[in-house]
Each structure stands twice: as C-alpha cells, then as structure tokens.
C-alpha cells in the first residue's frame, strides 16, 4: 500500500504561480510512475505530467510550457510547479503514483484561479 499527501493548492490570481508537493509513504520502493492529474465537475480526470522512471516526463498539451514536474526520491515526492495559471487551469489536482501492479492516488486539493 501507497499512502499519498498533498499540499500546495489554494486561491491564485490570473498569470500567478503555485506549487503542488505529494509526499509518498508506505510501500514505496515499487513505483515506477509518478504524477499529476486534474479534473472539474462534469468532466474526465485529465493527464497533467507524469515522470516515469525518474527521467521520462510526459506533459498534456495545455501545460506545456507552463508547468514543471519534478521528483525527489529522497523523501519521496513529486512536485509540480505551476506557473502563468489561467482560470483554465482551476480544477482538483491529484496526485497519482503507479506500481507494476497498483495505481494509487491522493485525496486531491483545489486550485482555484480568479482575481
């Protein structure tokens, strides 16, 4: 089992920056994949960056340029930074961590985006 914790989100103006943390715990040493995935009501959970095997990064085409993944296996987390945020972007981030056999995600946090 993955236990996974996220800080980070919370109210950004338009053009703003945040920067969302997941903090692994638990049975860890199996992940292959690490990343990020948002979602708005009445929509599907969408791809926004995943780093598999701590050097292939994969990014969904409306972050691109804006958004960074990174990882630290040190203590365990995965870090997006956020950056020229629309309110396009305004959704429920979660974080997400792929075993060979096990897909495991956190509780997810709010980004909001308005002025």
């Known amino acids: 089992q993955v236990q996974l914790v996220e800080s980070g989100g919370g109210l950004v103006q338009p053009g703003g920056s945040l920067r969302l943390s997941c903090a692994a715990s638990g049975s860890t040493i199996g992940i292959l994949i690490r990343g990020w995935y948002r979602q708005v009501p009445g929509k599907q959970r969408e791809l926004v960056a995943t780093?598999?095997?701590?050097?292939?990064?994969e990014y969904g085409d409306s972050v691109k340029g804006r958004f960074t993944i990174s990882e630290n296996n040190a203590n365990d987390t995965v870090s997006l930074q956020m950056n020229s945020l629309t309110p396009e972007d305004a959704a429920v981030y979660y974080c997400?961590?792929?075993?060979?056999?096990?897909?495991?995600w956190g509780q997810g946090t709010q980004v909001t985006v308005s002025s």
């Open positions: 997400n961590v792929q075993t060979r056999l096990w897909s495991y």
């Open positions: 780093i598999t095997n701590g050097y292939n990064i």
